[in-house]
């Protein structure tokens, strides 16, 4: 049923390591014979194109310039705008080292340009723009002295911030950030854009990302294989399982959603009704007793059976397509229990929360069908790492755990990634603070569930719910503000961003 997976991203959602984007670089200039000064004006250019449309209006511009090539495209961009007439000045940490950054300041102070040495006593000079051209994909540990001075004086001024090519301070290839970083308004991402433009703490720094592709052709992007994508909506709208109109809902599915004990029956019925929203045929809910009567009255669509161990859920496993397996299910002797017995059934699941606490502490019965959706902290678990090792770098955590359990895994958090054994890694580009939130993982869950059970296959399953989550979460925000968005706010645009998505 399902649809062939996202086809190889175009090379403008590519996310390149700093190493790649050095390849690239080295391939534009050797096979287009361009020099390395070349590409240096035609960023500066692109740059101070997004700068005058973003603030036509700045007449003081201040360029923070660093000593590699970063700091040349600055120098350059200082000189565009002093010759269009605005009053710009570079505060330069350093001299330059790098050959074409020389040439670059030799060119600004040819035109009249003034640079002055930062001072880490004195504060910023007064401007309607700071452009950040620190450090780019060159950055090698955090920032200090009086590279982390620069940074804090910039952080108290109040006038917007450009970063040509990635906000200085984080790290290009995770998006990490390992001490103090720009916080940009916007960033100019020259010829690709980077892996740490688009997840984890990044994600504040970076403000609005542009991909300026500086007239290079597609085919200097060809022998670079990224490994990592931003998702598109068309990526994802071919994975909408089609519906013929002579169908019935045995075609499409049913899940078994398993949880809810005491007290946690809120997270059962978030997933149910997430995998009802997300088009499963049929879902159940095996759960305690008490949360029967409430759960039926909330969504007489669900058949709710109660479940005091796991004889009795095997007439249930049965007869499902695919588990959901997680929420509320809690690690005391019940969850316990049913997540084995579950496991055991060996059907396609998705193992969420309590699910996979339990996978960290025992891993025998697992069988890799299945979409694995940690959060930070529960990818650290099953790691046996901290959580801050898992955010210093999104990209190997969540790769490192799909190959460790054979599995597909939804790294969550800002920026969330898909990652399976051997496929590239997708990034989710949608969401908002406000699912930051309880139960917004148990509806993913159902989401994910309900895409597996109407045959999608799991890495396919994981991508789409992930962005069907994250765009229904984006309207849900839209309509009154992420501040108090709950869970159950998405449930009416789970449906509409899917059906939006099957009819273009
Ligand atoms: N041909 C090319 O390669 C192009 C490169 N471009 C620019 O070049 C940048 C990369 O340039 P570079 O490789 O020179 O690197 P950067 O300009 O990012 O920085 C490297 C310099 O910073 C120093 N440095 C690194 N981390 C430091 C830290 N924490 N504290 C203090 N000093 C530190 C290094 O010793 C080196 O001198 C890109 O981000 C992009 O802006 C663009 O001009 C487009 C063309
Ligand atoms: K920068």
Redesign the pocket.
């Known amino acids: 049923m399902s649809e062939p997976s996202p086809s190889i991203a175009p090379y403008t959602t590519a996310l390149y390591t700093a190493a790649q984007m ?1 390849r690239i ?1 080295a391939c534009a ?1 050797a096979r287009l014979d361009i020099t ?1 000064l070349a ?2 004006q035609r ?1 500066a250019a692109a740059a101070y194109e997004t700068l005058r449309r973003r603030w036509p209006e700045a007449r003081r511009i201040a360029v923070l310039c ?8 600055g120098y350059l961009v200082a000189r565009l705008a002093r010759e269009a007439g605005a009053d710009a000045v570079v505060l330069a940490l350093g001299q330059p ?2 050959a ?2 020389m040439q670059a300041r030799a060119i600004w102070q040819a035109s009249g340009g003034r640079s002055v040495e930062f001072d880490s006593e004195a504060s910023l000079p007064e401007a309607d723009v700071y452009v950040d051209a620190l ?10 002295g009086a ?1 982390a001075a620069v940074v804090a004086a910039l952080s108290q001024t109040r006038a917007p911030v450009l970063a ?3 906000p200085s301070g984080v790290d290009a290839d995770t998006g990490a950030v390992p001490g103090v970083a720009v916080r940009a308004d916007a960033t100019v991402s ?2 690709g854009r980077k892996r740490g433009q688009a997840t984890g703490a990044a994600i504040d720094h970076c403000g609005d990302v542009e991909l300026a592709p ?1 007239d290079l052709p597609d085919a200097v992007h060809a022998e670079e294989h990224a490994g990592a994508h931003l998702l598109r909506i068309e990526d994802l709208a071919p994975l909408v399982p089609a519906r013929a109109r002579n169908v019935h809902k045995g075609l499409y599915g049913h899940v078994l959603a398993i949880g809810g004990d005491a007290g946690m029956g809120g997270a059962i019925r978030l997933a149910a009704e997430a995998a009802l929203r997300c088009g499963a045929g049929l879902v159940s809910v095996a759960t305690r007793g008490e949360h029967v009567a409430p759960l039926l009255a909330a969504r007489p669509e669900l058949m709710v059976q109660t479940v005091g161990g796991p004889q009795e859920l095997d007439p249930l496993l049965e007869r499902a397509t695919v588990l959901a397996l997680g929420p509320g299910l809690g690690r005391r002797a019940w969850g316990h229990a049913l997540w084995h017995r579950a496991l055991d059934a060996g059907k396609p699941c998705v193992l969420d929360a309590d699910g996979l606490n339990l996978l960290a502490e025992d891993a025998r019965r697992f069988h890799g069908n299945a979409v694995l959706t940690p959060h930070p902290a529960e990818a650290a678990r099953l790691l046996g790492v901290d959580t801050r090792a898992v955010q210093a770098d999104r990209y190997s955590a969540a790769l490192a755990l799909a190959e460790r359990y054979g599995a597909v895994v939804v790294l969550k958090g800002a920026g969330s990634l898909i990652a399976a054994p051997g496929r590239a890694i997708a990034v989710c580009p949608w969401g908002n603070p406000g699912m930051a939130s309880g139960g917004m993982g148990d509806v993913l869950t159902g989401a994910v569930a309900a895409l597996l059970a109407q045959g999608l296959a799991p890495y396919d399953a994981a991508v789409l719910g992930v962005g069907v989550h994250a765009l229904a979460g984006d309207v849900a925000a839209a309509h009154g503000g992420a501040i108090g968005l709950v869970a159950g706010d998405l449930m009416p645009h789970l449906r509409a961003e899917l059906n939006g998505l099957a009819h273009g």
């Open positions: 050095r670089d200039m390395g590409l240096m960023a660093g000593p590699g090539k970063n700091g040349g495209d080292r790098d074409d950054a450090f780019g994909t060159g950055l090698a540990r955090a920032l200090d590279a040509l090519d990635i020259f010829i500086l």
